[in-house]
């Protein structure tokens, strides 16, 4: 059984173990001497909490000491690192992240080369080399670092590659809240670039207000900003954006657990069948299931013909094809 790794990689209260500057060392040198052993590449992605910073200095110190080259993406969704992590070639990749947790809180997760969550095995093989000495290489042999932050629109090109040819979203008004979190740059622009018109919530982060009444924990700011707006639709993302809520004109909600919403932001994920609420609002309740990696075109299908209610969206996408696999 894994000591500091949990199911969603190394997490807690920042400045507590294991979430210090000198566990992160020792992480990134362990995680170097299992996934990169001959030397590599390692891609670092991260949300905008305050401290990702620090970790985020920290870990490109420890991979770079150990020999291998970082390439640093900025914030970016846990989804869109894992296609990055494959895509540019790299030998795994980090999220710096606590996810849907306040600001106070922060994690770090790897994916291995093909974007997949590491197994058991290989988390346990890191933990056996936590307490040996940190690694540094000789001067030759050192790794070397370099920001690719322009590099994400690579992974919003892929999402909206993804969406049948000749659909888009033109004439419609969607309101988008991103947490403050990681989605807070490429959510909005994939939306546009389909031809909707955006109104964005929540994309002003200051590194403390991640997840801070908005986003997907929060979803009454969305279903009242879409009826203030009268836009056509909604979808709240929380801080890592691996995860979303979508609400129509007719304020059904959809909640969404770690589904690949291949035209907003998601790349691979798994989905969690979760109970639909309105919580402050009235209106109907219906508990739908989003199953499968059509997702988000089944959705903007059924928009592009009407004001769709749930029924509707639940039976499009019942009908769509499963594609998901675990990131």
């Known amino acids: 059984m894994n000591r500091y790794f949990g199911t969603d990689g190394v997490r807690g209260r920042v400045g507590q173990a294991p979430m210090t500057v000198d566990f992160a060392l020792r992480l990134a040198s362990a995680a170097a001497r299992v996934l990169a052993p001959g030397g590599g590449r390692v891609l670092i992605g991260k949300d905008t ?3 990702g910073y620090m970790f ?43 996810s849907h947790n306040p600001y106070l809180d922060n994690g770090i997760k790897f994916f291995d080369a093909t974007g997949s969550k590491l197994s058991d095995r290989i988390e346990h093989e890191i933990e056996s080399l936590l307490e040996q000495p940190v690694v540094t290489q000789e001067s030759q042999h050192l790794g070397k670092a370099i920001r ?42 994939v939306l546009a670039d389909l031809g909707a018109e955006i109104v964005p919530i929540g994309c002003s982060p200051n590194g403390r207000n991640i997840n801070l009444n908005s986003g997907a924990l929060h979803v009454e700011s969305l279903a009242q900003a879409v009826l203030e707006e009268k836009a056509d639709a909604g979808v709240a993302f929380d801080g890592d954006a691996d995860r979303a809520i979508f609400v129509s004109s007719s304020i059904y909600v959809i909640r969404n657990r770690r589904q690949p919403i291949t035209s907003a932001l998601y790349t691979v994920s798994s989905y969690k069948r979760i109970q639909t609420s309105l919580s402050a609002h009235a209106g109907q309740t219906r508990d739908c299931s989003l199953s499968n990696s059509s997702s988000w075109t089944a959705w903007a299908s059924v928009l592009s013909r009407t004001h769709s209610s749930t029924q509707d969206i ?14």
Do not use: W
């Open 56 to 98: 985020e200095s920290v870990l490109e110190a420890g991979f770079v000491a150990a020999g291998v080259d970082v390439m640093l993406i900025g914030p970016l969704p846990t989804p869109g690192i894992a296609y990055m992590t494959q895509r540019l070639g790299c030998s795994f990749g980090v999220v710096i992240s606590a």
């Open 148 to 189: 690719i932050d322009r590099s994400r629109t690579q992974y919003q090109e892929f999402c909206a590659s993804t969406i049948p040819a000749g659909m888009n979203l033109e004439g419609f008004k969607i309101v988008i809240d991103c947490a403050n979190g990681a989605g807070y740059k490429v959510a909005p622009r």
């Open 314 to 327: 639940s039976a499009a996408l019942s009908s769509s094809p499963a594609e998901h696999r675990e990131p």
């Open 49 to 51: 909490r305050i401290s």
